[in-house]
């Protein structure tokens, strides 16, 4: 696709149960970042990918966060017992090489996660 | 005390007027992002910036990477520059990309 496609653009779910929430970075895009962004805060860091491997996960919050990116393309970030707090806009953006050596990274339009 | 500090948090402006949002951050960078977010949450990135300034039609972004401060001006503003300017350092933290971000200056132009 043309840019980075986040899907559900909308979650709406109940305490405890899991959820995915999938990104699909710009084709060629070796770097993918997640992030989480509260009403009137800025985007909170989760997770970096760098190819297949997470290069930096000190952003999840707890145990009950998850993201994978099995062959380097598409990312699931995953959630395991949903607590009203989770409740955010996930982003996700991808970058050429990584932001440090391309200067431009690319977002998607989020996932809004609604957990009642 | 936060990593990165943008002032102001709020700022109105008319039609025309010269734009400054400054960022301010603690920790050690080699480059630093100025990302835009309009309502409904489309993130933009508008500069990734290592040294000096660079220029994009009305915007203008500075850095001074030994101050640890970078500015974002614009030109002659217009109501469609209404948004969140977001300043993103770049901490390399362990060799990783880690785009640490600010909490944004929220930008109202009015005509």
């Known amino acids: 696709g043309a840019g980075v496609s986040q899907t559900p653009s909308n979650k709406v779910t109940e305490k405890g149960k899991y959820v995915e929430l999938r990104c699909d970075p710009i084709?060629?895009?070796?770097?993918l970042y997640w992030y989480r962004q509260s009403l009137g805060q800025g985007p909170e860091f989760l997770i970096y990918?760098?190819?297949?491997?997470?290069?930096?996960d000190s952003g999840l919050p707890n145990d009950r966060f998850f993201a994978v990116r099995p062959e380097g393309s598409v990312s699931t970030l995953k959630i395991q017992r949903t607590e009203r707090g989770d409740s955010a806009v996930y982003l996700c953006?991808?970058?050429?090489?990584?932001?440090?050596?391309?200067?431009?990274?690319?977002f998607g339009e989020g996932s809004r996660l609604t957990v009642l | 005390k936060n990593e990165v500090e943008q002032s102001p948090q709020n700022l109105t402006a008319q039609e025309g007027e010269f734009i400054t949002i400054n960022c301010s951050y603690s920790?050690?960078?080699?480059?630093l992002h100025w990302l835009q977010q309009h309502p409904g949450g489309g993130i933009v990135s508008l500069f990734m910036l290592s040294s000096g300034k660079k220029k994009h039609g009305r915007l203008i972004a500075t850095i001074n990477i030994q101050e640890k401060h970078s500015s974002l001006h614009i030109t002659a503003s217009h109501p469609r520059d209404s948004a969140v300017y977001i300043c993103?350092?770049?901490?390399?933290?362990?060799?990783?990309?880690?785009?640490?971000f600010g909490t944004g200056t929220r930008l109202q132009v009015f005509p």
């Open positions: 990918f760098q190819g297949t491997g997470a290069a930096d």
């Open positions: 920790v050690g960078i080699s480059a």
């Open positions: 993103a350092p770049l901490g390399l933290t362990y060799n990783t990309d880690k785009l640490i």
């Open positions: 084709s060629g895009h070796t770097a």
């Open positions: 953006a991808s970058s050429l090489l990584g932001s440090q050596n391309t200067g431009e990274l690319f």
